[in-house]
C-alpha cells in the first residue's frame, strides 16, 4: 500500500532522541512492603547511563551561547559514564571529543566510548586501585583534560562546576518523575558525584511539593555531606563518593543522608538482577539498599512512594582480566 503524506511515523531523527524520558518500574518483588520502591531505568539511555541528561544539556547549551563552535574540539575528565554521554552527542552533532579517565574506573567505559568516535586517555591512579577511584586520582584525571584544554584549545565541559549539568534533571528527571508517579513522590534518594541529578531534581521535585523528602546516598567513610570525616576513601561506587561536597550541591533541597556499604551496594545490585531481571551498577544497588532503608526507619507513612535511579547498566562492571587492567 503506497504511503500518504498523512501517514504518521515514529522515526527517531537521531540517537538524541533517545535521550530521556525513561520508564519507572516498580520493586515489587524485591521489596514487597511496607511502602514501595519505584526506580527509573537510566540504563536505557543510549549512552546506557543517566549522564546522558546532562551530556545533551551542557553541549546543547554551549553551542546555543556560542561557547562551542560547530566541529570545534571538546574535552572532559569522566569516571566513564559522562564521557559515554558525551560520546553520543558528539558523535551525533560532529564534534571530535577527548576523555580523560582515571585508570581505575573500568576498562568497559573507555571501550564505550572510543566505539563512539571519541580519544579515552586512560591517567595513572594516583592512590586507588582498579574498580577503586580516590579524589586524588580523578584530580589526576582532570590534571590531564586542563592540559589537553590548554594545547588543543577544545572547550571544556567541567561538568563539576557546569549548572547546565543540574539544570538538565531540573528540566527533565525531575519533571518525569513527577508526571510518571501521578503527582505522588514522598521520597528521592539518589548517590552523588558531581551532584547535577540529585540537585536538579530534588530542586524540582520540592518546588512542586515541598513535602517530598530528599536524601543523599554516600559509601559508607566517605560521608562529606553527612559531615562526616572521610575514613574510606576507597569504595565500590565509582563515579560517587569523592570525599568532598560538590560545587553544584545544594543543602536546601535535601532533608537528610543515608550511608551504603560496598557489601550492601553488592548485595543490592545482586537482587536487583535475580528479582527484578535487571543487570546494573554498584550505584544502582547502593540506591536500591538506601530505599530499603529508609522505608525500614519508620521515617516515612506505611504506605509510602520513594523513587530513586538506576543510573547505569551492569554492563559496565564485569570483571577484566589483570593483563587488560
Same mark, same amino acid.
Given at each position: 500500500?503506497?504511503?500518504?503524506?498523512?501517514?504518521?511515523t515514529?522515526?527517531?531523527?537521531?540517537?538524541?532522541?533517545?535521550?530521556?524520558?525513561?520508564?519507572?518500574?516498580?520493586?515489587?518483588?524485591?521489596?514487597?512492603?511496607?511502602?514501595?520502591?519505584?526506580?527509573?531505568c537510566?540504563?536505557?539511555?543510549?549512552?546506557?547511563?543517566?549522564?546522558?541528561?546532562?551530556?545533551?544539556?551542557?553541549?546543547?547549551?554551549?553551542?546555543?551561547?556560542?561557547?562551542?563552535k560547530?566541529?570545534?574540539?571538546?574535552?572532559?575528565v569522566?569516571?566513564?559514564?559522562?564521557?559515554?554521554?558525551?560520546?553520543?552527542?558528539?558523535?551525533?552533532?560532529?564534534?571530535?571529543?577527548?576523555?580523560?579517565?582515571?585508570?581505575?574506573?573500568?576498562v568497559?567505559?573507555?571501550?564505550?566510548?572510543?566505539?563512539?568516535?571519541?580519544?579515552?586517555?586512560?591517567?595513572?591512579?594516583?592512590?586507588?586501585? &582498579? +574498580?577503586?577511584?580516590?579524589?586524588?586520582?580523578?584530580q589526576?584525571?582532570?590534571?590531564?583534560?586542563?592540559?589537553?584544554?590548554?594545547?588543543?584549545g577544545?572547550?571544556?565541559?567541567?561538568?563539576?562546576?557546569?549548572?547546565?549539568?543540574?539544570?538538565?534533571? &531540573?528540566?527533565?528527571?525531575?519533571?518525569?518523575?513527577w508526571?510518571?508517579?501521578?503527582?505522588?513522590?514522598?521520597?528521592?534518594?539518589?548517590?552523588?558525584?558531581?551532584?547535577?541529578?540529585?540537585?536538579?531534581?530534588?530542586k524540582?521535585?520540592?518546588?512542586?511539593?515541598?513535602?517530598?523528602?530528599? &536524601?543523599?546516598?554516600?559509601?559508607?567513610?566517605?560521608?562529606?555531606?553527612?559531615?562526616?570525616?572521610?575514613?574510606?576513601?576507597?569504595?565500590?561506587?565509582? +563515579?560517587?563518593?569523592?570525599?568532598?561536597?560538590?560545587?553544584?550541591?545544594?543543602?536546601?533541597?535535601?532533608?537528610?543522608?543515608?550511608?551504603?556499604?560496598?557489601?550492601?551496594?553488592?548485595e &543490592?545490585?545482586?537482587?536487583?538482577?535475580?528479582?527484578?531481571?535487571?543487570?546494573? +551498577?554498584?550505584?544502582?544497588?547502593?540506591?536500591?539498599?538506601a530505599?530499603?532503608?529508609?522505608?525500614?526507619?519508620?521515617?516515612?507513612?506505611?504506605?509510602?512512594?520513594?523513587?530513586?535511579?538506576?543510573?547505569?547498566?551492569?554492563?559496565?562492571?564485569?570483571?577484566?582480566?589483570?593483563?587488560?587492567?
Amino acid at each position: 500500500m503506497a504511503q500518504t503524506s498523512e501517514t504518521k511515523t515514529e522515526i527517531c531523527s537521531s540517537a538524541l532522541d533517545l535521550i530521556g524520558n525513561t520508564p519507572l518500574v516498580a520493586f515489587d518483588r524485591l521489596w514487597p512492603g511496607p511502602g514501595r520502591i519505584l526506580a527509573k531505568c537510566e540504563f536505557m539511555n543510549p549512552g546506557a547511563s543517566v549522564k546522558d541528561r546532562s551530556s545533551i544539556h551542557m553541549i546543547n547549551t554551549a553551542r546555543k551561547n556560542g561557547e562551542l563552535k560547530p566541529g570545534h574540539p571538546v574535552v572532559e575528565v569522566t569516571s566513564g559514564n559522562q564521557g559515554c554521554g558525551l560520546a553520543v552527542v558528539c558523535a551525533v552533532l560532529g564534534h571530535p571529543l577527548t576523555l580523560a579517565m582515571p585508570k581505575g574506573n573500568s576498562v568497559q567505559r573507555a571501550i564505550h566510548m572510543e566505539a563512539l568516535g571519541a580519544t579515552c586517555v586512560r591517567v595513572p591512579q594516583v592512590e586507588g586501585s &582498579y +574498580g577503586n577511584v580516590t579524589l586524588a586520582d580523578a584530580q589526576a584525571a582532570e590534571e590531564e583534560a586542563l592540559r589537553i584544554k590548554e594545547k588543543t584549545g577544545a572547550y571544556y565541559v567541567n561538568q563539576f562546576c557546569n549548572k547546565m549539568n543540574l539544570g538538565s534533571h &531540573y528540566c527533565s528527571t525531575g519533571p518525569e518523575i513527577w508526571r510518571q508517579t501521578g503527582h505522588r513522590v514522598d521520597a528521592f534518594v539518589n548517590t552523588v558525584g558531581t551532584a547535577g541529578t540529585f540537585a536538579g531534581t530534588s530542586k524540582f521535585l520540592k518546588e512542586v511539593n515541598p513535602e517530598v523528602l530528599c &536524601y543523599v546516598v554516600e559509601p559508607a567513610g566517605s560521608e562529606p555531606i553527612k559531615g562526616d570525616p572521610i575514613t574510606k576513601p576507597l569504595h565500590l561506587l565509582q +563515579g560517587s563518593g569523592y570525599g568532598l561536597v560538590p560545587d553544584l550541591f545544594n543543602y536546601d533541597h535535601m532533608d537528610g543522608t543515608l550511608s551504603v556499604t560496598d557489601e550492601e551496594a553488592v548485595e &543490592y545490585k545482586k537482587l536487583i538482577g535475580e528479582k527484578e531481571g535487571l543487570f546494573v +551498577g554498584y550505584t544502582s544497588g547502593a540506591n536500591v539498599a538506601a530505599a530499603v532503608k529508609l522505608l525500614r526507619s519508620g521515617q516515612l507513612p506505611e504506605d509510602a512512594w520513594v523513587v530513586t535511579l538506576l543510573n547505569d547498566t551492569g554492563l559496565k562492571y564485569t570483571p577484566i582480566p589483570d593483563n587488560l587492567k
